[in-house]
């Protein structure tokens, strides 16, 4: 990720598109990665609304801009980037194939929109909100941003009286849960590969990636140099599937290192050991001030849901009540750079992936030796998976051969190059102390935890000496 952004990442073809489209009755937004959008009425009276602007006050990063502070994007960008490359994709699949596969305006319309909203449902710090705090309030409760997004666009459309037909909206709530599994059964919809475009739950090579990766990476000041407008240019459709060229050698590499990069902005950005200090506070904060401010309580309810956003750590911190005191200690610890202390980490073994647990923070308690005073509560254990997105599995599938073949087959990696992953999954187990002068019990329990377990210490390095010392 050393490579400076590619000139033609940072400006997207946002002209490609203005020979085949009328923009004169477009609003015409300047975006820092694709340079001119033009948004139609329509998708208009969706963005100028209080429920679509309240994405201004959701960081696409959560608390990264704590540690990289140019991370302060929003959730608003991020959206329009989506609509925008969704747009492209769709025209540039009905330029090459639009008579055979029928491509017309009600598919444009439904994928563009469907980009727009795609991450409307999604709450205070994005999927930490989702993840982690949740879980932790309700245990196995299910309940998704993308479940949310639906029934916000709902709310948007009957709230604003917006004038829309009932199968557009029904086939743009359908795309946005398509990933999931939780929409209809593929067998039953008509154009399968339209649900493809916006979040591609087959292969994860989709425009939500294309724009969240080159937008994060800018923001963070990172390297960034895969080509996606390379990928789309490829883009066939071949059994309702989208397909990729397999006879441009550069395109399987380029492929790779869509994911290669993702992969960096997790190891590097979104699970960076002082970020997710902070994330861990701020869960804890927000759990601790729940009961309170019933911050949970209307996660399904989406005339009151739209009002929830990143705010909640101001409303927490300037508050005078004495029942929000615990949080709000938290939240100036954060301010205060008063972090949990990282002990340690290690890389589960390769040989240990298929059976792994996530470890607990009674396993390391349970691993301290005698006269050790530790509690589960004063320690806190973050199982992190990072992955290509298809978990153990290789996401790269479904190349055709030439532009005159009808084709469709996988391409092994050793055939694309020997220096490619032969894993495509890492599991950290990292530890935190929430205390300074507990860091070098916890570190001491933590080594006996891997030596129990492997058989070896599997941690890189040991604990420095310094930061076990009490303070």
Known sequence: MGAHINGDVSLSSSHSLAWSQDFRFSKHIHDNVHGNIYLDPLFLKFVDTEQFQRLRD??????????YPGAVHSRFEHSLGVYWLAGEAIHKLKNYQGFELGIDRFDIKTVKLAGLLHD????PYSHLFEREFLPRVYGGYKWSHEQMSVKMVDHIVDEHHIDIDTETIKRVEEMIVASRGTAEPKSSREKHFLYDII?????????????????DCRACGLGCNFEYQRIMESMRVLGDEIC???KDFLLDLILHKLFATRADLYRTVYTHAKVRAIDLMLVDALVKANDYLEISSHIDDPSQYWKLDDTIIKTIETAPDQELRESRDLIRRIRRRDLYQFCNEYIVPKDKLENFKDVTAQDIVCSQKNG??????GVVVDNVKIDLTRGKHNPLERFFKDYESDEKFSIPDDRVSHLLPTSYQDRIVRVYSKKPELVGAISEAFENFQLRTYGIKAQVHDTPEKKKRPR
Do not use: P, S, T
Not at 61 to 67: K, R
Not at 372 to 377: D, G, S, T
């Open 58 to 67: 959701l960081k696409q990063l959560g608390m990264a801009h704590m540690v």
């Open 120 to 123: 409307i449902g999604h709450g």
């Open 199 to 215: 979040a591609n739950g087959r292969n994860g090579i989709d425009v939500d990636k294309f724009d969240y990766i080159v937008r």
């Open 244 to 246: 990729y060229r397999a």
């Open 372 to 377: 050790a005073m530790l509690r589960e509560e």
